[in-house]
Nanobody, 126 residues
Framework: QVQLVESGGGAVQTGGSLRLACVAS????????VGWVRQVPGKEREAVAA???????NEADSVRGRCAISRDKVKNTLYLEMNDLKPEDTAMYYC????????????????????WGQGTQVTVSS
């Protein structure tokens, strides 16, 4: 089992920045792929960014160039740095993980994670 707890969401204006953090605990000693997924009520989940267990990194086209995912293995913490935020970035953001040996692109396309955090709300006003 992997437990995930997010923090860092909030309300910002267009063009603002936020840094989300996710602390992982549990069976994190094994190969784990991690990522950030967002969802707006009534819409499908979208994988924003992911890090594969092989270290590969990938982002959704909608955020490429504006968001950066990073991982501190010592602190068991995953980050998502978001810049130049837009109203369409408004969503609940979830930290997610999967015990696998798959590349980040797989998770961007499939959103097929095993473990999920409770989510942190990001609201961008115009």
């Amino acid at each position: 089992q992997v437990q995930l707890v997010e923090s860092g969401g909030g309300a910002v204006q267009t063009g603002g920045s936020l840094r989300l953090a996710c602390v992982a605990s549990g069976a994190t000693d094994r190969s784990v792929s991690v990522g950030w997924v967002r969802q707006v009520p009534g819409k499908e989940r979208e994988a924003v960014a992911a890090i594969g267990s092989d270290g590969s990194i990938n982002e959704a086209d909608s955020v490429r160039g504006r968001c950066a995912i990073s991982r501190d293995k010592v602190k068991n913490t995953l980050y998502l740095e978001m810049n130049d935020l837009k109203p369409e970035d408004t969503a609940m953001y979830y930290c997610a993980a999967a015990r696998s040996h798959l590349k980040a692109l797989y998770y961007i396309r499939s959103v097929n994670f095993e473990y999920w955090g409770q989510g942190t709300q990001v609201t961008v006003s115009s």
